[in-house]
Nanobody, 125 residues
Framework: QVQLVESGGGLVQAGGSLRLSCTASGRTLSSLTMGWFRQGPGKEREFVATLKWSGGSTYYAASVKGRFTMSRDTAKNTVSLQMNSLKPEDTAVYYC??????????????????WGQGTQVTVSS
């Protein structure tokens, strides 16, 4: 089992920045792939970014590439999502996820085994 706890959401004006964090505990993390997803009001959960815990390779959705950066801190068992140049359309609940699969990249929520509780990000215009 893997437990995921997100933090760092909040309210920000368009053009601003936020940093989300996800602390993982449980099984050996080096074999996992981590992901960030988001779900806006009335929308399906959508892929944002993914990172291989071993090696740190990353992959981003086109809508956030160049604005968001996913990284990891192996000493703290934490992955982060640095979000810059935020837009109102980035408003959503953001979820951290972990997968035991070796597939790459994984962009479907169905490919992930563990989920955090979510953290709200609101971007005002």
């Amino acid at each position: 089992q893997v437990q995921l706890v997100e933090s760092g959401g909040g309210l920000v004006q368009a053009g601003g920045s936020l940093r989300l964090s996800c602390t993982a505990s449980g099984r050996t993390l080096s074999s996992l792939t981590m992901g960030w997803f988001r779900q806006g009001p009335g929308k399906e959960r959508e892929f944002v970014a993914t990172l291989k815990w071993s090696g740190g390779s990353t992959y981003y959705a086109a809508s956030v590439k160049g604005r968001f950066t996913m990284s990891r801190d192996t000493a703290k068992n934490t992955v982060s999502l640095q979000m810059n140049s935020l837009k109102p359309e980035d408003t959503a609940v953001y979820y951290c996820a972990a997968s035991r699969s070796l597939a790459w990249p994984m962009v479907s929520p169905n490919q992930y085994d563990y989920w955090g509780q979510g953290t709200q990000v609101t971007v005002s215009s």
